[in-house]
């Protein structure tokens, strides 16, 4: 598969489907708080897989990889900062394996949770932990970087630079934003779709978009927002299946697959060219924004 794919897909007019969310399905399979879920690439591998294969099984185009904290400051919390290559390779080959050759890898980069406003780190650091883990997820056999659920357009575009910068493989960009008293949707660092948008493209991002913090709704506005500054940009959309809400200790999603897929036009409409899940999604919603998807071509 060409390492540009995804690009050619979308250009030719293609909405694509992605996955959905990894966390909260890892933790049905027993990931236990406080444990390091890249791990699982090593020593639970066939569960990891199987959770890729339920992706792709469930109709998406391409699928994530269990490497979201898998930058070097957040694996040595858990003493494994000597196993950066081994842990980001390993999840990158486990979805190269469920994707095979007809669908895509995006392999997870999340943030680091450090901060240069704080000056806890600097912006060469910074570079090096995303470059480290960049190498090897491309080594791995990825398609595209996913770089996702950033807050800070700062460490967002140095992470998108270091992809850029050592490797051939396209490079995704998404935020997280939260919605503000006046209806403006900002990250946690203050910083707007528009910002986002223009940070990461400048950058070198090949597609930006928005994961996370919000419902499928929510969604439309921060598209439509990010759509105006990105031009021609690809834009991509991992929602949670909506907010969720604490019962009996336990954090419930309440959007249920038909929630989700009936709100898939008007994300599309709004600009969005590949749409997936973030937390609380299952494949159950993948196959019904597969349908919706499926359904926009008639």
């Known amino acids: 598969m060409k390492q540009l ?80 290559a081994e842990i980001n390779e390993a999840a990158a080959r486990i979805s190269r394996e469920a994707a095979g050759p007809d669908r895509w890898v995006i392999a997870s980069i999340g943030p680091t949770g450090k901060m240069l406003v704080t000056e806890e780190v600097t912006e060469d650091e910074l570079y090096a932990v995303f470059k480290e883990q960049a190498v090897a997820l491309a080594k791995g056999g990825a398609d595209a970087l996913c770089i996702e659920t950033m807050s800070a357009a700062d460490e967002a575009a140095i992470a998108v630079r270091a992809a850029r910068e050592h490797t051939d493989r396209a490079v995704i960009c998404t935020f997280t934003f939260q919605a503000g008293s006046q209806g403006q949707y900002r990250t946690m660092m203050g910083v707007s779709p528009t910002q986002a948008a223009q940070a990461a493209i400048q950058a070198g991002a090949h597609i930006v978009g928005t994961n996370c913090g919000n419902g499928m709704e929510h969604m439309v506005a921060i598209v439509k927002e990010m759509r105006a500054a990105a031009g021609t940009t690809p834009i991509l959309v991992h929602a949670n299946a909506g907010l969720p809400k604490n019962v009996n200790g336990t954090d419930v999603f309440p959007e249920s697959p038909a929630d989700m897929a009936a709100r898939v036009k008007a994300v599309v409409d709004a600009g969005a060219n590949i749409v997936g899940g973030c937390c609380g999604t299952t494949p159950a919603h993948i196959q019904a924004i597969r349908r919706a998807v499926d359904a926009l071509k008639k």
């Open 5 to 84: 794919g995804i690009l050619a897909a979308v250009q030719s007019g293609r909405v694509l489907v992605s996955d959905g969310a990894w966390g909260t399905f890892l933790q049905k399979k027993g990931l236990k708080p406080g444990e390091c879920p890249e791990l699982w690439c090593v020593e639970r591998r066939a569960e990891v897989l199987d959770v890729a294969r339920n992706y792709i099984n469930a109709g998406a185009d391409m699928i994530e990889s269990n490497s979201f904290g898998g930058t070097r400051f957040k694996l040595e919390a858990y003493g494994l900062a000597d196993r950066v």
